[in-house]
């Protein structure tokens, strides 16, 4: 690569977009890409839907910012809509997955000092996990190499098994200072997986017991993506805490922090901001992707479409010596293979397909399309991409 001004903190595929539309995106020799990523569960509602491109534009020509030193009445109509759905009590606002989970991190924090009378509290996290890049939430991720160089780490976070009820009931009995419980109700980063109903129930009579916080971090399985509003819900448990981000505002950035039980009204003014947090346009984006995903169905779209592409890849690479799972929850999507998968990648790109790969499980080929994805955008997806696994399997 020739010298950029622009830092090199990724390895970019040799292609840019000029335009979108729905599930397509164009390159600058005007070639089309099935886009099976949605800019990494970003582009909830796919590109240029008509819906948000009429609320952007009339929002960015009426107010885009004012400050939180102000009411922003688009802002409360959010939280409304949010409490609504989640059955939770108070929203914070920010830009960001790192930034909801930052904040997470300081309510868990904040409630053990000030309600548990715990002088260094710590906070359970999972091997595989993934919360963002701050030092804080980098810390409470799993993946080593993107911690290397970095140290010193934040304290507080203490480290178990996914899905090891076992595991954590142990360190409930031998550790005083334990406030909370933070993960995915299903991994994204970590290699798009599940967790059982029956796990996340045991985890919140635990925390209940206990008097400890359950965090979901719904960054990357939230808004509707998994066929209910939020991962959680499959499994009748409510969190203390959830954050939000990438597909709530389907590109407009975004993130959301939301609190109820023992951890809501904890913060006070002073506690937290954010300059930009819940501005209006990023909150009238957030209002329309919402509205578009109840009354076009698209969470229902999410179960019936995600079911249709696992069964489609696993009838398709049958027999297939190399793919050894094919998982995942409405249109999160993990089709894991026995060796890293990243040459696929660049195979896919020529093909016209976008894809990914779970950073911190290489073998994993990871699907997050857009929740209007189509039956033709399978068939084109399927018929594009399992020749492909099956070529680069057999080499
Ligand atoms: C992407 C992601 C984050 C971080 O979000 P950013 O907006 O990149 O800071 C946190 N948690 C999960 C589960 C994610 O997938």
Redesign the pocket.
Known sequence: MPFSHVMNTYARLPVAFTHGQGTWLFDEAGKRYLDALAG?AVSTLGHNHPRLVEAISWQAGRLLHTSNLYRIPLQEELAVRLAGISGMDEVFFCN????A?ETAIKLARYYGHKKKGVELPSIIVMEHA????SLA?LSASANRKAQAGFEPLVPGFVRVPYRDMEAVHQIASRSRDVVAVML?VLQ??GGVNVVSDEYLRGLRTLCDERGWLLVV?E??CGTGRTGNWFAWQNAGVKPDIMTL??GLASGVPI?ACLTSGLAAGLFQPGNHGSTFGGNPLACAAALTTLDVIAEEGLMDNAVRIGGAIRAGFKKALEGVAGVTDIRGRGLMIGIELDRPCGELLARSLDAGLLISQCPSAINVIRLLPALIFSDSDVKALIEGLAPLISEFLSQ
């Open positions: 990494i960001s997955g790192l930034e989970n993934f919360h963002g890049r939430t995915e994204g980063e971090d960054v990357q981000a990438k993130g």
